[in-house]
Nanobody, 124 residues
Framework: QVQLVESGGELVQAGSSLRLSCVGSGRTFSSFGVGWFRQAPGKEREFVAAIGWSGSQTDYADSVKGRFTISRDNAKNTVYLRMNVLKPEDTADYYC?????????????????WGQGTQVTVSS
């Protein structure tokens, strides 16, 4: 089994940047696709970004394209989510998840291990 720990969330002003980190342990983290999802209060969990095992394949939700960048450092078993030009609507708990497949996916059903989340709050 794999364990995931997210960090980097905090309260920031609109227009700011943050970098979230997701550190994996247990399963060979570097062999699998990893995704970031978020859930705002009263809303369903939604896809944000995903990356394949090698880092060459990435996918983004339309709402974050051009502002967020997902990357990974397999030597450190870490996946990052760089978030620029943050907006109040980006406020949510952010979760990373790992899937058994090698490639990225936007469907939460494809992921079988989830972290506990890190909170991002963007004030206007």
């Amino acid at each position: 089994q794999v364990q995931l720990v997210e960090s980097g969330g905090e309260l920031v002003q609109a227009g700011s940047s943050l970098r979230l980190s997701c550190v994996g342990s247990g399963r060979t983290f570097s062999s699998f696709g990893v995704g970031w999802f978020r859930q705002a209060p009263g809303k369903e969990r939604e896809f944000v970004a995903a990356i394949g095992w090698s880092g060459s394949q990435t996918d983004y939700a339309d709402s974050v394209k051009g502002r967020f960048t997902i990357s990974r450092d397999n030597a450190k078993n870490t996946v990052y989510l760089r978030m620029n030009v943050l907006k109040p609507e980006d406020t949510a708990d952010y979760y990373c998840a790992v899937r058994k497949g090698q490639y990225s996916s936007s469907s939460p059903r494809d992921y079988d291990a989830w972290g506990q989340g890190t909170q991002v709050t963007v004030s206007s």
